[in-house]
């Protein structure tokens, strides 16, 4: 049996975790050649491998990044590099010139798009869902989330720290595309006074309402704002567009835009920070490095088993599989009835 592994789309802490699991159990479990496809699908259009081996993807796990590196433009039903054109047939070549079985395709909801167009073509593919913005359906944590959620929140308590020696109003920006799991989590992790997600849009009044009121009695206001977030009427703010992605808009900048409208509601100085890819870096949480392992090796079993065009989801902490059309270009956001959200309720969180 011979294995084909690739990591699509934006990178995340513990990738390098699942391609140790994912290759270690392929070859115990099933005797396999495991062969490593380099920048995501862009390997497949480029042709450029490498075999993985046990001694390869030892003394990976604690490592941030992947390995294999990755791609987020690479997409071979619509390749950037030919002008937008149709690659695939060249891409399925490769996959057979290498001899390969089987793909395992570590990836978000745009990767899992593509894996679903090549598997409908007859490559058998196994999925696994990779994002900070734990935005999958059908898996109730990927990992990497762990990590980005801890990083954020580890910043949140260094902007209390000097937001509360100048008496400040301090706002970090967290990422997660169109869902506000990092920003929700990290906040409540991080003791924000203020939670602002995409899900819902904020009143610019009730925000500087609460800040006014905390000036009163406290010398910091700490706001914690996802890069989708809106207010009311408003839209979301883009900071680039990016051709030949899957999905072309980059947002941020949001935490400036916030800062601009709530100065002149207030006493205290209003400042923003940007957190960006600080967040997907550096090393994963022992949480993700776990979970991670844990999604490598189911995916290895069913690719085993032979269980084929379906993604590892995790749900109700049960390990299983969903179709891969099932979860392809879909986000799963945060549910308005949350119990996360009503617990930052209880605890006085505005939410904007
Ligand atoms: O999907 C992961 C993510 O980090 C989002 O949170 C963010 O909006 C986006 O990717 C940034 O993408 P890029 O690395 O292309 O700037």
New binding site residues.
Partial sequence: MRVGVLTGG?DCPGLNSVIRAVTKSLIAQGGAEVVGIEQGFLGLIERRSRPLSWDTVSGIHGRGGTILGTH?RADPFAFFGAGGADVSAAALAYTAELGLDSLVVIG?DGSMAIADRFSRLGLPIVGIPK???NDLHHTDRSFGFDTAVATAAEALGRLETTGQSHCRVMILET???YAGWIALEAGLAGAADVILLPEMAYSLEAVAARCREREQRQRLTLICIA?GAMAVGGAMTVAER?AGSPDPL??GGVAHVLRQQLQPHVASEVRATVLG?VQ?GGVPTPFDRVLATQFGCQAATMVCRGEFGRMVTLQGGTLASAALGDVAGRNRTVPLDHPLLASARQIGVCLG
């Fill in positions: 934006g987020n978000g994002t900070i913005d990422m997660g595309r890069e990016l980059r947002l890819h997907r």
